[in-house]
């Protein structure tokens, strides 16, 4: 039985998982993508070879595309539970990767300056 109700109820919360994963990651690469290239315009603009279409409204059209996602999941009493534990999970990864940059970050501004004459 290739479509039987038991293998639509195991694999129905998989694909749920999944696909709260996929809005997630990408939200955060729409994020980090108007504000990497937003920064990248303002310190150094011509290290922009490629052209982005409509840039930045549809990245932000995006954004809002996703974040309505989000919500309508909120607002489905089914769902609102998983998406709490992935907001939960996508949060503590957040912060992690925030600690980690910030201690890689001090140890590099401690370090001395390389040297520019060989010994």
Do not use: F, K
Request: charged share 20%; glycine share 6%.
């Amino acid at each position: 039985m290739v479509g039987s109700s038991r293998t639509r109820t195991a694999l129905g919360p998989v694909a749920e998982r999944a696909g709260e994963a996929a809005v997630v990651v990408y939200l955060c690469i729409t994020v980090t993508h108007l504000r990497g290239r937003a920064r990248l315009m303002r310190e150094r603009p011509e290290a922009l070879t490629v052209r982005m279409w409509a840039y930045p409204w549809l990245s932000l059209l995006v954004l809002a595309a996703l974040l309505a996602i989000i919500a309508g999941m909120a607002a489905d009493s089914g769902s609102r539970r998983s998406l709490l534990l992935t907001l939960l999970v996508t949060a503590v990864a957040v912060v992690a990767g925030l600690i980690t940059q910030r201690a890689r970050h001090r140890e590099n501004a401690t370090e001395p300056a390389p040297s520019d004459t060989l010994v």
